[in-house]
């Protein structure tokens, strides 16, 4: 019975995965998914909380999203990490390809711990005010945190890692191959077949444009962090699972009174063959006792039983199951003072948003620091993105690019908007649709008209009509706000920027032939979301209006 | 400074171009209706029907379209479809007057129609989608897509080419065998107008070389003297006024589809919709000048249907 548990839980594992895996592909412009493609993100109770404790408000949709897993965690301890994690389950497929088995002779396990006081040092980073602001300023919350939940959340980071370094890879290899083996792109040998691109169109669908393989920063990076986590399943399996996860921790410590246990009963030999095959390292040197927050329910230990001696049970009788943490003081305070830490460092950084004093420090450091439309004001968004890499994975331009040195430290990672890889095209609002925390909040396509990114700006020393005195309008003419005018001097057109008009979508500079930079660039000095949309379409009104337009929305 | 894909120089040759193409005279190198050739082209001008009928009515007043598309042929149709806008915006190519067109060119035997632009907006789904080309051309049998990867482009020497020297042109135009070009009439905030000639830039990879050039008005017409489609079906149906040619801008209905095998006669008498006389837009001019075909009108005939 319990090796068919175990059969049951691996199909559920790679059925959750394949889902994981389909939700992913799914996350594609035109975006038509009757379930929302950031599902698994959403549902995670870790990020939920890191949201709404950083951002001090509740969030409801996320809110009901994340009860299922709590209650299912309340009832059953860690099954989601045993049974539905894509991140575990991955893990468990690369230890299985890799035939990676834990070196380390069994015993206590020495880190299992490490993962609590990581949990505590993440809620400290959400609870400790990194930015104040007075409540003058409009519709914004007093304090925010600075959340360092996006460093080690499981479904952020596998997520991140399947965009940054899965999507492209895969792309790659698909147009690289239709290349060298046909000797025609991919779009050619569709053409020429139509029944193959017919076939193909799911995969089309979820590789967006082969054509244009996406292309990511932080790849090699975000490539090392998760085979590294793969590579120490070599001391222990399932190290991350075992050691630091903190969602893990979490979902444990509220397992704690789980009714449901495994009870090892009197045919015991004490083989421990269950304790070798547990990879979690959760039963005790005494074969008959297990930690409870340990235990991710994965049915091994009862599946390998010869004697057939392990029961899943209900209730509280007899005691195999330790569901003491045993927490040590000293090391809880220790974590505390590293999560303040981990709010203060970067904040004292240079580059970082801190203080007015600060405020021409920001600008200059933080020169290209474009977030997508819609985006929360600064303090905000860095606490409330978690670094999935979703809203990267669903632009349909590739412009979204992950910060590796835009708004400081804090920022490593998240969106921002690269106008020289492509533009933010305007009839596209994905990015805002597929956020699991509403970092970058929901927007319309009319909405873009006013949401301001940063603003254009000619460099006349090199642009080819100021500089070179030759006709090129290329900006003028594929701006999609019209916010670029030509004014003629000397019988020539040049390009001029109308500040009030242009949102920083970048369409000048993706186009500008000028190579390598262009010679029109967007910079965050025009970066207006701190203003609230409300504001921000009034300031587009009136630039409108100042220039006789005869609708301030043109319509698009 | 670097232009993207800058061309070599080879200002000896632009003499020796120049005036190999005064030798020339400008009467021979007008072909398709060779008939008649000699007493200048015919374009026709087809008004008062709706898209499909306009479509038709200038393609049959030109001799049908199996005059052009042979069986078993392959067709490459060059609307515009370069930008992120919606069909009634008029900076893109009317989707029914391009079905219209693979439906004839399918009707009259061709093995297959590709339907084909490199945008200038991005990404390629979204601006296949707003436009609403690829729906219309699918259904009507035509395969559509972008070229959107310099892979899908081959170096053509321009041999008359007086600012531009080379080009990267697409393979698909390359090898098809009857190319119908179908661009819609705008004002275009650089060239004035666009009709045409203007709208074949779609069909080059490194636009930049264009703009880069010592002149663009004379690169649009160098590349005519060198890639020359077999039939021009000019959409004027609704006309771009103002803002051109992304938009939004002011538009008119004009209502009317003109067609010819004579890219600069065609153009040239769109130029009229909007009031002006073809000399005055530069690339038409040039046109006339490297002998891509008839700018007068006097010397056009035009069939009105």
């Not at chain 2, 729906?135 to 049998?141: F, P, Q, T």
Request: proline share 6%.
């Amino acid at each position: 019975m319990y090796r068919r548990l175990r059969a049951l839980r691996r199909v559920t594992q790679i059925v959750f995965l394949a889902g994981f895996l389909l939700l992913f592909a799914f996350a594609a412009y035109p975006l038509r998914s009757p379930i929302p493609v950031d599902l698994y993100l959403r549902a995670d109770p870790l990020l939920a909380l890191s949201a709404m404790v950083s951002l001090r408000r509740l969030l409801f949709p996320l809110f009901w999203y994340a009860v299922p897993v709590v209650v299912l965690s309340l009832l059953l301890g860690r099954v989601f990490c045993g049974w539905v994690c894509p991140m575990g389950t991955s893990i468990d497929v690369m230890e299985r390809v890799f035939r990676i088995r834990g070196r380390r002779p069994q015993g206590e396990p020495r880190w299992r711990r490490v993962k609590l006081y990581l949990l505590i040092a993440l809620l400290v980073t959400m609870v400790v005010p990194a930015a104040h602001r007075s409540p003058a300023e409009t519709g914004l919350t007093e304090s925010v945190g600075l959340s360092a939940v996006y460093l080690l959340d499981p479904l952020a980071l596998l997520t991140r890692t399947a965009t940054w370094v899965g999507l492209p890879v895969v792309q790659w290899v698909v147009s690289m191959t239709s290349d060298t083996v046909t000797g025609w792109s991919y779009s050619d040998l569709a053409g020429k077949h139509p029944m193959l691109d017919r076939a193909l169109a799911p995969v089309q669908l979820g590789l967006s444009v082969v054509a244009r393989p996406a292309s990511f920063r932080l790849v090699l990076l975000t490539f090392l962090v998760f085979a590294g986590i793969v590579a120490l399943g070599r001391y222990e399996r399932r190290f991350w699972c075992r050691n630091v996860c903190p969602l893990g921790a979490l979902l444990g410590w509220l397992g704690r009174l789980s009714p449901v246990r495994l009870a090892v009963g009197e045919r015991c030999n004490e083989c421990m063959r269950c304790v070798a095959e547990c990879k979690m390292g959760a039963i005790t040197d005494d074969p008959k006792r297990y930690r409870g927050p340990e235990c991710i329910e994965c049915m091994s230990c009862a599946a390998v039983c010869p004697q057939g001696a392990i029961a899943l049970t209900t209730g509280y009788d007899g005691v195999a199951r330790e569901d003491e943490m045993r927490l040590d003081r000293r090391r809880v305070l220790g974590a505390m003072a590293a999560g303040v830490a981990a709010v203060a460092l970067p904040k004292v950084s240079l580059g970082s948003k801190r203080s007015d004093a600060t405020e021409r420090v920001l600008k200059i450091s933080s020169l290209r620091l474009m977030r997508p439309p819609g985006a929360l004001a600064e303090d905000e968004f860095v606490t409330a993105c978690v670094r999935c890499g979703e809203c990267m994975k669903v632009c349909p331009t590739n412009t979204l690019q992950p910060a590796v040195g835009e708004g400081g430290l804090e920022a490593l990672g998240t969106p921002v908007v690269v106008p020289r890889v492509g533009p933010c095209t305007q009839p596209c609002n994905l990015c805002g649709r597929v956020c699991p925390t509403g970092a970058i909040a929901p927007f319309s396509v009319e909405e873009k008209s006013h949401l301001y990114l940063g603003t254009a700006r000619v460099n006349r020393s090199e642009c080819i009509a100021w500089a070179q005195e030759k006709e090129c309008l290329i900006c003028d003419e594929a701006c999609s706000y019209d916010a670029i005018v030509q004014k003629a001097i000397e019988g020539l057109g040049r390009p001029v920027v109308d500040e009030r008009i242009c949102v920083g979508c970048g369409m000048c500079e993706w186009v500008c032939p000028v190579e390598p930079l262009g010679a029109i660039r967007v910079d965050s000095s025009g970066d207006r979301r701190h203003l609230g949309r409300d504001r921000q379409r009034l300031l587009r009104e009136e630039g409108g209006q100042d220039r006789g337009d005869e609708s301030p929305y043109p319509d698009l | 400074m670097r232009m993207r894909d800058g061309l070599t120089r080879r200002d000896f040759l632009r003499h020796a171009a120049a005036a190999g193409v005064a030798a020339a005279g400008f009467g021979g190198l007008v072909d398709g209706l060779s008939a008649e050739a000699a007493a200048g082209p015919t374009i026709a001008v087809a008004s008062k029907h709706d898209p499909v009928g306009l479509v038709r009515a200038s393609v049959q007043a030109l001799g049908g379209m199996g005059k052009f598309v042979k069986k078993g042929a392959v067709v490459l149709v060059k609307p515009n479809i370069g930008w992120a806008r919606r069909p009634e915006q008029a900076a893109t190519t009317n989707p029914e007057v391009v079905a219209e067109i693979v439906r004839l060119c399918k009707q009259a035997g061709a093995r297959e129609v590709r339907v084909m632009d490199h945008p200038v907006d991005r990404p390629d789904a979204v601006v296949l989608k707003m436009t609403g080309i690829q729906r219309a051309a699918e259904d009507a049998g035509a395969r559509v897509s972008m070229a959107s990867s310099p892979a899908l482009y081959e170096s053509v020497k321009i041999r008359k080419g007086r600012a531009l020297k080379s080009a990267e042109v697409m393979r698909d135009l390359r090898r098809a065998d009857v190319v119908i070009n179908v661009p819609i009439a705008k004002v275009h905030g650089q060239t004035g107008l666009t009709f045409g000639l203007k709208n074949m830039m779609g069909t080059v990879w490194d636009r930049g070389a264009f703009h880069g050039s010592e002149s663009l008005d004379q690169a649009i017409a160098d590349y005519a003297t060198e890639i020359r489609p077999d039939l021009v079906i000019v959409d004027a149906i609704r006309i771009l006024l103002t803002n051109g040619p992304k938009g939004p801008g002011k538009t008119a209905d004009k209502g009317i589809v003109v067609a010819g095998t004579d890219p600069l006669a065609v153009d040239a008498y769109a130029a009229t919709l909007f009031g002006w006389k073809p000399e005055k837009v530069g690339h038409l001019k040039a046109a006339h000048q490297a002998g891509v075909g008839e700018i007068d009108l006097g010397r056009i005939t035009i069939k009105h249907v």
